[in-house]
């Protein structure tokens, strides 16, 4: 069965302009979350999504926002970009029971310029 | 405050020697440990894991050995093999809200020269 998939693969930005990051999960799997991947700062969990509701949200500013559809595929938003949200942008979703074992997609890089 | 930390950003081994990979944590909330691993313009996939109930899970040549006393648990490979070379990410799980929630380390380079 396909894997995680997200698009776009790549994303170049300016300052002060916002972007949409899209992410489709492995069919059945209902959650959804979305990490930040940056040099030297490992993987820092932005929010999980489930049945199209947040269940939980790490410590970003609100320019992060996120949703879920009906189908369970996910969109993230970050509004008024800056340079410091360059970064790749890593979209994990997983099944029933399973909430640990995340299965990733290969990432949106960002560059913001 | 990094309540998962991977002290050593890298690490080289020879072709058929033993990998040890390191990994400390803070939280005692924390019972499910998952090792990822991550090549370059790919996304991690998960390696192996462990409860926090035992103390060693081994799966081929990979074992994943827990300290809940130290906190720290440890990821061995062995014969490393330059496949293996690759960012190496430690997770830890806990309940956090309604759903359980990954917190990840920083992440290890290891290399493994033929």
């Known amino acids: 069965k396909a894997g995680v998939t997200q698009t776009p693969r790549y994303l170049i930005k300016t300052r002060g302009q916002q972007v949409t990051l899209s992410c489709s999960p492995i069919?059945?799997?209902?959650?959804v979350s979305w990490y930040q991947q940056t040099p030297g700062q490992g993987l820092q969990f932005l929010f999980e999504?489930?049945?199209?509701?947040?269940?939980n949200k790490g410590n970003f500013p609100g320019r992060f926002s996120g949703r879920q559809f009906s189908n369970s595929r996910s969109e993230m938003n970050v509004s008024t970009l800056e340079l410091g949200d360059s970064a790749l942008y890593l979209c994990?979703?997983?099944?029933?029971?399973?909430?640990?074992?995340?299965?990733f997609g290969s990432g949106t890089q960002l560059s913001v310029l | 405050d990094q309540q998962v930390k991977q002290n050593s950003p890298s690490l080289s081994v020879q072709e058929g020697r033993i990998s040890i990979l390191n990994c400390d944590y803070t939280?005692?909330?924390?019972?499910?440990f998952l090792w990822y691993k991550k090549y370059p313009a790919e996304g991690p996939t998960f390696l192996i894991s462990?409860?926090?109930?035992?103390d060693k899970n081994e799966d081929g040549r990979f074992t994943v050995f827990l300290n809940k006393s130290a906190k720290h648990l440890s990821l061995h490979i062995v014969p490393s093999q330059p496949g293996d070379s690759a960012v190496y990410f430690c997770?830890?799980?806990?309940?956090?809200?309604?759903?359980?929630?990954?917190?990840f380390g920083s992440g290890t380079q290891l290399t493994v020269l033929p």
């Open positions: 939280n005692s909330m924390f019972d499910y």
């Open positions: 069919s059945g799997h209902r959650s």
């Open positions: 997770a830890a799980s806990s309940i956090s809200g309604s759903a359980r929630q990954l917190t």
């Open positions: 999504y489930f049945s199209e509701t947040q269940r």
């Open positions: 994990a979703s997983s099944g029933a029971g399973e909430n640990e074992k995340l299965f």
């Open positions: 462990i409860s926090s109930i035992k």
